[in-house]
């Protein structure tokens, strides 16, 4: 049994989806309590205030419906070329394809929507909308660095014990840890360079169709 778990924002997205999202509904900043949201992102990066608070605090002083931020992702269809062939050579060819993902639920399922894709999402569950919406982080884990929102490594290891290889799919810093502890990595931007520093297996790739073929490969040796 082989699994591919593969990051969402700018890697089975071809941008950030979560910060187009930022971007477009961003209210009027000299509205009283409207902060930038690069503002908060700042925050976020300078280690004042963790993931999860930066994403909180952005998506909860939004003013819009969460239909119009769905509406909004999925008339962008934003993922990257190939995703949708791989969910299909996955579902035929018995490989678990899952979305591993700091970003928000609803976003991410408006994304995979548009183009029809049905996948697990391991993602922050969302509730309710502007002011109200609340978050869940269903893999939290103290020891994480992205404490107190998910860890991607506990989305890794709950497929460790029923398949066979794991190939991780990334971008960034978020991606390092599970890159460590996946049998394969395909790579982009930061995640690239960590995993040359770290010995870590991998390939770089500019689509989905780079794994795709690896895959292919991959079933044909073990086949024979």
Known sequence: MLTILCDFDDTAADCNVGQSILVHFQPDPST???????????????????????????????DCSRLSIIEFVRNSQPIRLGFKELSTYSKNNDVTLAITSHGLDFYIQAALDSEEIMIPIHAVTTFGERSEMS????YSDKSCFAWPGNCKCKMLEQY???????????DSISDSCPALKADYVFARDWLVGFCVENDVKFQEFSDFYDIINYVKTLKENTND
Request: charged share 25%; aromatic share 16%.
């Open 32 to 62: 009283r309590g409207v902060l930038p949201w690069e503002d908060i992102r700042s925050k976020y990066t300078e280690r004042q205030i963790s993931l999860a608070e930066y994403q909180e605090l952005a998506f909860q002083q939004l």
């Open 135 to 138: 978050f869940e982080y269903p």
């Open 160 to 170: 460790r014990n029923s398949t066979d290889l794991i190939i991780y799919v990334g």
